[in-house]
């Protein structure tokens, strides 16, 4: 998502509603990060026509700065992985509520063994995994994965060695379809 004045975030859909929330920024030339869920709104309104509506902002904040982080939803709460404000290894989830809006964010106690940026994450049955991205200053093939649990917290990361990506990959996209990873 880009909008005018420079801020980039990661857009994700509420549950049962019509809601995108756009957590975290950057501006366009790589600077001012702020731990708003967007300086210039946290949510809209989207209609069934595709129409949006006007943006809204949060009253919780996400606990420190983030850009090039991943977020994913599962199970009613927004989960915000890695990314930089300097290179960060933290995952933090919010229950999102019915009107879209997003809970207090709680800091995961299962931090990812590695710091992560510029990666992808999707959720596939019961799991959230984290693919490619930045640990250092080079992109990197892992795909680490890990337990999502009924209360929000996620279980411990597991780096599934045997099934690396075929190179490296970073500032990438990843999405799930039919039981398949793209």
């Known amino acids: 998502i880009y909008q005018s004045g420079g801020s980039i975030g990661i857009g994700t859909t509420a549950p049962g509603g019509y809601k995108l929330n756009v957590i975290g920024s ?3 030339s790589g600077i001012n990060l702020n731990n708003t869920v967007q300086g210039s709104g946290s949510m809209l309104n989207v209609s069934s026509d595709g129409s949006i509506g006007s943006w809204t902002n949060s009253t919780n904040l996400l606990p420190t700065a983030r850009s ?15 990314g930089y404000s300097g290179p960060q290894s933290t995952v933090y989830y919010a229950k999102l ?5 997003t809970g207090s964010w709680t800091n995961s106690t299962n931090l990812l063994p590695t710091v992560k940026g510029i990666h992808s994450s999707v959720v596939a049955n019961g ?3 984290v693919i490619g991205g930045s640990s250092d200053v080079a992109n990197r093939p892992s795909v680490w994965y890990a337990k999502l649990n009924a209360d929000g917290s996620t279980g411990s990361w597991t780096n599934q060695t045997a099934n690396i990506l075929p190179e490296e990959r970073g500032a990438h996209s990843s999405v799930v379809a039919n039981g398949y990873v793209y």
């Open 97 to 101: 509520n019915a009107d879209g809006s």
């Open 68 to 82: 090039a982080h991943s977020s994913v939803v599962a199970n009613g709460y927004v989960y915000v992985i890695g």
């Open 26 to 28: 950057i501006n366009a």
């Open 127 to 129: 799991y959230v995994y």
